[in-house]
């Protein structure tokens, strides 16, 4: 069965790199490296829908910028932390495996159904001349087999034009230090364009890992059913202030960006928190 990826903005990359973890933006620090360019980042993170003890599927998006007329280095590396409590893999989601070789020669349509996760557009950008040249490019987020004892993930990009290639990368899900619960490290390839141009850079990168947009396939007496998976479950009660995250990203040059944010806790409920201190005290 045939994955089809949701409605994506057109065009697509030069050579579609990137990955995957999207909306407004979030904190942002960069990290510089003598008197280089410097490139900033910014985080968003949404729960939808979002209801504390309920299932929901997690968007992301992150922006990388440099100063104007340019693009930052090509990424290498990319660490998105989320918060405790949350767990991608306690779900339905990415029930089934696929292997990067099957990827490789055949793409997400060769791949279990059920073991897509979600759906993305990264953009990306290179310099010709004096002219940045953008593109996008959709992605697709698969539940790929176990590494070294991490669940693991591989991310598709998929380039049409100008250049049609298509760019896999993968992440794991390792340990991460209070106030997180986990983080995906992912490895990002640099990727060619033209001979003697410049690699592509990641600009912007929105995704969903959750049942948005997931058709999976159930087979009964011999009759494949298709339902909706479930989403990732929200703790029933929320941290203190938010639930945070932060991203980390290391650029072919060497340099470091850091981008944080939260998504506060639903209003309802941290009224009702700030009402019951207000009369313990």
Known sequence: ???????????????????????????ACPQLA???????ARLHATFEPYRLGRRTTLQFEFALSAPAGE???????????????????LNDLGIRRCAEPVLEASGPAGCPPDSAMGYGVVET????????????????????????GHLALLFFAEGREPVVTNVIFSGLLLSAREPFGGNVKIGVPLVETLPGAPYVSVLHLHATIGPEHLTYYHNVDGVSLAFAPQGILLPPTCPRASFPFAAIFV??????????????????????RAASRRRRG
């Open 1 to 27: 069965m045939r994955l089809e990826p949701p409605p994506l903005r057109s065009a697509l990359a030069a050579c579609g790199c990137a990955l995957a973890l999207g909306g407004a933006a979030g904190g």
């Open 34 to 40: 003598g008197a280089q360019a410097q490139t900033t």
């Open 71 to 89: 693009v930052p280095p090509p990424l290498t590396e990319m660490q998105l932390r989320y918060p405790r409590g949350i767990n991608f893999f």
């Open 125 to 148: 950008g290179i310099v010709l001349g004096d002219t940045p040249v953008e593109e996008s490019s959709p992605i697709t987020i698969l539940r790929a087999p176990e590494r070294d």
């Open 251 to 272: 650029f072919s040059d060497g340099t470091r960006a850091v981008a944080s944010t939260t998504v506060p806790c639903p209003p309802g409920r941290a009224a009702h």
